[in-house]
């Protein structure tokens, strides 16, 4: 190998160069660290190589008298100026990600630039003694020529710049610039990259990104807005949508408590009114689940008010319908009875009213009665290690009691009113003769339990201590 090197030093330095571009290939992404300890070995060896052959890269080849050696020598001493800039980018490069990660990219490019440029500019200078002045006045008249023909991308490129040095958005943040929605996949030196809801791909330049009205979604991080919109007859009392409104915030438990949602008067005409309901998530994942959940409850509870949504075509229950009657008719349970079935059941309910904060039904206890929730919202507590958590909210239509009407046994929940409720009552002596003739109210009577059942059961499991990580100097103390 030494032989090779002595003998043959041409050779054995135009070997080192392939030998890096083949390693370079071969090792992958993950070994990035590897790929520059590689790099940096390689042009050691190279550089060692040119200099004990008196191939100084600061001078012109040592061999004018033989024109192959001398050309030879010429192209080693010019790529050793490339060599180095681009070890050097390299190394720039590894410690900016280390330091700032993706969003310098385009950074690192410029700074690539640059460097390659001036390396060119001392191989044309050193090795082929060319008058740089001249090259550079050359240059410099050909420069503005080029930056007028590329004015646009220019300003692309700087508005990049900007755009990394103020990071306005991140990779993987979901932002909106002037009305297009999507996340940032990508950051280049011209544009940037979302990909939408629909699962396209929108790129926008960065000088047009750098002018626009930009919206970040993703900040700050745990706090994400959401509303939905509601238009209600403009003849309904304000006050009383706002109370059902309110309670179906209260109802939503992903709703975070601060800053705490409220709920507006948005506009009002002679066709309509329309509120607004403003509040906030911890998590980007939640935003589309807890506005489909919001919605169902204003619905919910703007109909146990005795409101309606304003659409089209009546769909709400025809008028004249008791109360009792009404909640029947949109009961997911008691929707199969017959009309007559219902005039009966609803003449056998009674009202029972519980201010904020009375138990309703406590854990344990075996309940001879059904309630049917008309108005407000009941918090179900359940219990792990001894300690008591919320693991629900109940809101208008849904039931409580079910487990001893069909099977004399109890939930381990307390159901507690966390607003003014209103409950209907249906006994147990009345409901199970029904229950025994109606198998498919008795079926999804039963497969509420079952679920309900089983989510507790899973909610309460004891969950295994985390094991503390042992660390070294953990390990050190341990022992002395």
């Not at 520059?36 to 004990?52: D, E, T, W």
């Not at 029972?352 to 001879?368: C, H, K, N, W, Y």
Request: proline share 5%; glycine share 8%.
């Amino acid at each position: 190998m030494l032989s090779l090197l002595t003998n043959h030093p041409l050779l054995a330095a135009l070997a080192l160069i392939v030998i890096d571009i083949v390693l370079w290939r071969l090792i992958g992404l993950s070994g990035s660290h590897w790929k520059l300890a590689v790099r940096l070995v390689i042009f050691s060896l190279f550089s060692v190589l040119l200099f004990n052959e008196g191939m100084n890269p600061m001078q012109p080849a040592p061999w004018p008298e033989n024109v192959p050696l001398h050309l030879a020598a010429t192209g080693l001493q010019i790529g050793w100026w490339l060599f180095g800039a681009r070890t050097l980018t390299v190394l720039i490069g590894t410690l900016m990600m280390q330091r700032v990660g993706h969003t310098g990219r385009l950074l690192q490019d410029l700074l690539g630039a640059v460097i390659f440029l001036i390396a060119i500019i001392a191989a044309m200078a050193y090795v082929l003694d060319l008058p740089v002045k001249g090259v550079l006045a050359t240059s410099g008249a050909m420069a503005i020529i080029v930056g007028l023909a590329l004015q646009s991308t220019l300003s692309d490129v700087f508005s990049g710049i900007v755009l990394n040095t103020t990071k306005p958005y991140q990779l993987d943040d979901w932002i909106s610039i002037d009305g297009t929605e999507g996340r940032v996949t990508d950051i280049d030196w011209r544009a940037t990259r979302l990909q939408t809801a629909q699962g396209s791909m929108a790129v926008i330049p960065n000088s047009l990104a750098a002018k626009a009205k930009i919206i970040n979604f993703s900040r700050p991080t745990d706090m994400h807005g959401i509303s939905i919109s509601l238009q209600v007859s403009p003849h309904a009392r304000p006050q009383t949508v706002i109370d059902a409104l309110e309670r179906a915030m209260q109802g939503c438990r992903p709703l975070l408590g601060k800053p705490a949602p409220s709920v507006s008067l948005k506009s009002s005409g002679s066709t309509g009114v329309e509120y607004e309901i403003i509040g906030f998530v911890s998590s980007m994942a939640q935003k589309r689940e807890v506005r489909n959940q919001l919605f169902d409850l204003a619905f919910r509870h703007l109909r146990a008010s005795g409101v309606s949504l304003l659409s089209s075509a009546e769909t709400s229950t025809p008028l004249g319908l008791s109360r009792p009657r009404a909640l029947l008719e949109s009961s997911s349970i008691f929707s199969t009875l017959r009309q007559e079935e219902k005039e009966t059941f609803s003449q056998n309910m009674t009202l029972q009213t519980f201010r904020a904060g009375t138990m309703i039904l406590p854990s344990g206890e075996v309940s001879d009665h059904l309630f049917i929730i008309e108005s407000g919202v009941v918090s179900v507590t359940l219990t792990r290690n001894g300690t008591p958590f919320e693991a629900g909210r109940m809101g208008p239509g849904e039931v409580i009691g079910e487990a001893g009407i069909l099977s004399d046994q109890s939930v381990p929940a307390d159901f507690t009113a966390k607003t003014f409720c209103s409950l209907y009552r249906i006994e147990k002596e009345y409901l199970k003769p029904c229950l025994d003739a109606r198998h498919d109210i008795s079926e999804a009577m039963k497969a509420l339990l079952d679920f309900r059942l089983h989510t507790a059961q899973k909610l309460t499991a004891d969950v295994p201590p985390a094991i503390p990580k042992k660390g070294f100097l953990q390990w050190l103390r341990q022992r002395v």
